[in-house]
């Protein structure tokens, strides 16, 4: 039979009565009883096997094997009480760190105030943000790549792995340079889309999504000239005078004040999109994520309703 072996709670005991003197003043600190201290002692003895207290009328001293013991029994407590540190400063949100992947308009245009606000309530959080296309976000979600995600378009597909809160929306808008601008007051919206040549996001995208579905709502087939990575880089395409677009009304709301884009509305309700925030489904999160979430949700534009 295997002879038994000190336990942690024996040995932190033994080092409070060690430093104190006396089983009665290590109960009354550690809120135990004397006789479950006097148990817990005799067991650590017989782990060790050899007396490591002798008790005296005015509390206990240490044998030699006792003495032997105190300074690993100091380091363990040391150890456990830094652990024990390190745990309340994580309840009270003193450190963490929160990955966050996001669809690219979201990085741009909404994200940052969520950042801004949550890093002046907890200064000690960092944050690191990738941004790429929705399915990205998705894929990063799903392989514990990211903490949380922001994407664009329907949530349906995301499947019940995924809970998702809505924290705002845009609509997209047909865009075109000046040189189609002519174009645009002869032709009628779905004349437009069908005629002029047709840039669009790459595949993966919730831009890209979304404008597939109106177009089919439109019953028109665009004549695609051009499929770039980004937003950014479709933008530029189109103010370029390569095509035209559907893009965030957000994103090229700079563009169109300053007159470098056109902007038309075309109506369709399949146009208009959610913002949502993503994260695994049953999944215990730290407190710093928590934190966050609650930040966001508190911020959102539609109150942080779930879907």
Not at 44 to 60: C, Y
Not at 181 to 193: C, D, F, I, R, T
């Amino acid at each position: 039979m295997d002879n038994p072996r000190p336990q942690l709670d024996q040995l932190l005991t033994f080092h409070k009565v060690a430093t104190l003197g006396s089983i009665s003043a290590a109960a009354d600190e550690m809120g135990l009883s004397q006789p479950a201290i006097s148990v817990q002692m005799r067991n650590l003895a017989t782990a060790i096997g050899e007396p490591i207290l002798r008790r005296h009328k005015g509390g206990v001293a240490l044998t030699p094997a006792g003495r032997a013991l105190v300074p690993y029994a100091a380091n363990l407590a040391r150890s456990y009480a830094s652990t024990c540190d390190f745990v309340d400063s994580l309840r009270s949100l003193l450190t963490g760190s929160i990955s966050i992947a996001s669809s690219n308009t979201i990085a741009a245009h909404l994200l940052p105030g969520f950042v801004a606000r949550f890093i002046a309530l907890h200064p000690d959080i960092t944050l690191s943000v990738s941004a790429t296309n929705s399915q990205g976000v998705i894929d990063g979600i799903r392989s514990l790549g990211a903490d949380v995600g922001f994407v664009e378009g329907p949530v349906r597909e995301f499947g019940e792995d995924l809970e998702t809160y809505v924290i705002g929306g845009d609509s997209l808008v047909l865009v075109y340079s000046e040189s189609f601008a002519q174009a645009s007051n002869l032709l009628s919206p779905a004349e437009l889309v069908a005629q002029l040549p047709f840039i669009f996001r790459e595949h993966g995208s919730g831009t890209r999504r979304v404008s597939e579905e109106a177009l089919a709502s439109l019953g028109v087939t665009p004549r695609k000239v051009l499929e770039l990575a980004g937003t950014e880089a479709v933008k530029e395409a189109v103010v370029d005078g390569y095509g035209v677009a559907l893009l965030s009304s957000l994103v090229v709301k700079r563009e169109v004040e300053m007159g470098y884009l056109h902007q038309l509305d075309l109506g369709l309700e399949e146009l208009r999109r959610n913002f949502c925030m993503v994260l695994p489904a049953n999944e215990q999160r730290s407190r710093a994520l928590e934190a966050f979430v609650g930040t966001v949700l508190q911020g959102a534009e539609h109150g942080g309703e779930p879907l």
